[in-house]
C-alpha cells in the first residue's frame, strides 16, 4: 500500500490543523492505519492509530484531548484533526499501515509496514 500524507503547515499556538494520509493500493478498510511524529533531534514518537476491525482509536498521552483521528475506507483516506496545537506539536508527521499488527504493538515504529512520507507541522509559540 503507498501513502501519502498532507495537511501540514505553520500555524500558531492554539490553532488546528487536519492532516490526511490518502491510501492506494491494497484494500485499505483492512488495514490499521497510524500517526508518528518526529521532531528535530528526537526519535519518532506515536500519536495516534485507528484499528481497521472496529475503528477503535489509540492516543499517546500528549495528544489525547487535543487529536482525533479518524478514517473514510470510501475514499481510502485517514485523517488527524489536531486541535489547540502546542509549540511542541512541532514536527513531521508520518501516516504508516499494517494488516496484522496487534493493539499492543502499535505504538512501537518498528511494528509497522508501510510508511508515508512526512508532512511538516510547525507551530509557533
Known amino acids: 500500500v503507498q501513502l501519502q500524507a498532507s495537511g501540514g503547515g505553520l500555524v500558531q499556538a492554539g490553532d488546528s490543523l487536519r492532516l490526511s494520509c490518502a491510501a492506494s493500493g491494497r484494500t485499505f478498510r483492512t488495514y490499521t492505519m497510524g500517526w508518528f511524529r518526529q521532531a528535530p533531534g528526537k526519535e519518532r514518537e506515536f500519536v495516534a492509530a485507528?484499528?481497521?476491525?472496529?475503528?477503535?482509536?489509540v492516543y499517546a498521552d500528549s495528544v489525547k484531548g487535543r487529536f482525533t483521528t479518524s478514517r473514510d475506507n470510501a475514499k481510502n483516506t485517514m485523517y488527524l484533526q489536531m486541535n489547540n496545537l502546542k509549540p511542541e506539536d512541532t514536527a513531521v508527521y508520518y501516516c504508516t499501515a499494517d494488516e496484522g499488527i496487534i493493539l499492543s504493538s502499535v505504538m512501537r515504529s518498528r511494528s509497522w509496514d508501510y510508511w508515508g512520507q512526512g508532512t511538516l507541522v510547525t507551530v509557533s509559540s
Open positions: 485507528i484499528l481497521y476491525r472496529s475503528s477503535s482509536t
